[in-house]
């Protein structure tokens, strides 16, 4: 499996972004999918998951309000919509592909990693 990720940038604090995450190849049935992130100097953390058929999604603390993750299972692609963007926010976010089911708030349940999308915020 092969995930491409795209749409980081550079921001400033307060605006918006929408990444993008292509799977290709042979993907686990009914997978799910999530974006994590890692800020410099610090460990990679969970921000957002959905499962297959897009009704249930988990947020994190940090982004619940302000981040939309959804999915269109036609393209093999998920979005993270990514609004009101804050500084803390800078990092390499990657997108993954989970064969689990249930809550996806853990990187061991990510059988696949993208390469990662560089997503700055000035402030």
């Known amino acids: 499996v092969q995930l491409q990720a795209s749409g980081g940038g550079l921001v400033q604090a307060g605006g918006s972004l929408r990444l993008s995450c292509a799977a290709s190849?042979?993907?686990?049935?009914?997978?799910?999918m999530g974006w994590f992130r890692q800020a410099p100097g610090k460990e990679r953390e969970f921000v957002a998951a959905?499962?297959?058929?897009?009704?249930?999604?988990y947020y994190a603390d940090s982004v619940k309000g302000r981040f939309t993750i959804s999915r269109d299972n036609a393209k093999n692609t998920v979005y993270l919509q990514m609004n009101s963007l804050k500084p803390e926010d800078t990092a390499v976010y990657y997108c993954?592909?989970?064969?689990?089911?249930?809550?996806?708030?853990?990187?061991?349940?990510?059988?696949?990693w993208g390469q990662g999308t560089l997503v700055t915020v000035s402030s």
């Open positions: 993954a592909v989970s064969s689990w089911y249930g809550r996806l708030y853990s990187d061991y349940k990510y059988d696949y």
């Open positions: 959905i499962n297959w058929s897009g009704g249930s999604t």
């Open positions: 190849g042979r993907t686990p049935s009914n997978y799910g």
